[in-house]
């Protein structure tokens, strides 16, 4: 397997801009997470899905992010407008709970606001 | 809501010595996760401790968990230079599958 495939790796974009991450997971996981990395706060969850059902979206920083998960293939996570203050690292993450709640993370995409 | 903290943020060895990373939960935890970071990487399942005073080895690492499975603690012994990068832990409440990870514990070998 692949593992968990993220795309892009680097987004330049400027302040006011919509950006989308995309993730596709490890085939067969029935769960995905969606993490943001930073010096300051570390490693915070923003959102998980189960079956492509969102669970906790309680991570979610505000109104300017969203998450979508439209088959067990792939999910976005979307943030407009963006601000310099959202850069930081995305990662997104999956599992197989039925049997070991390991989560396995995708490359992360690094994201820069200017 | 839950709060995982781990100490020391930073820990500087010389090759061959000893290192241990610490972990604490403010409220009882169903399961503990360790990963580790490699720089400009992503973080890397290294084990999952469940059981109330739990204890697992892996080769040099030792991990465990504490009785009231509230802290833990991740044991290198003898540092080489490839245990250069961050170890977190993470832990999971009976409330659901989110893991609270601790802010990591950055570590440096020097040969």
């Known amino acids: 397997d692949a593992g968990v495939i993220q795309s892009p790796r680097h987004e330049v974009t400027e302040m006011g801009q919509e950006v989308t991450l995309r993730c596709k997971p490890i085939?067969?996981?029935?769960?995905l997470f969606w993490y943001r990395q930073t010096m300051m706060r570390g490693l915070e969850l923003l959102i998980y899905f189960n079956n492509n059902v969102p669970i906790d979206d309680s991570g979610m920083p505000e109104d300017r992010f969203s998450a979508k998960m439209p088959n067990a293939s792939f999910s976005t996570l979307k943030i407009q407008p963006s601000e310099p203050r959202d850069s930081a690292v995305y990662f997104c993450?999956?599992?197989?709970?039925?049997?070991?709640?390991?989560?396995?993370f995708g490359p992360g995409t690094r994201l820069t606001v200017l | 809501g839950q709060q995982v903290m781990q100490i020391p943020q930073y820990q500087h060895v010389q090759e061959g010595e000893d290192f241990t990373t610490y972990c604490n939960s403010s409220?009882?935890?169903?399961?503990i996760q360790w990963y580790k970071q490699r720089p400009g990487g992503h973080p890397v399942f290294l084990i999952q401790?469940?059981?109330?005073?739990e204890v697992k080895k892996q080769k040099r690492l030792t991990f465990q968990f504490g009785e009231a499975k509230k802290n833990s603690s991740l044991h290198i012994t003898a540092t080489q230079t490839t245990d250069v990068g961050t170890y977190f832990c993470?832990?999971?409440?009976?409330?659901?599958?989110?893991?609270?990870f601790g802010k990591g514990t950055s570590l440096l070998v020097t040969p």
């Open positions: 993450a999956s599992s197989l709970m039925r049997y070991y709640n390991e989560q396995f």
């Open positions: 993470a832990g999971m409440t009976n409330s659901g599958y989110a893991l609270n």
């Open positions: 085939s067969g996981h029935d769960y």
């Open positions: 401790l469940v059981k109330s005073g």
């Open positions: 409220t009882t935890l169903s399961n």
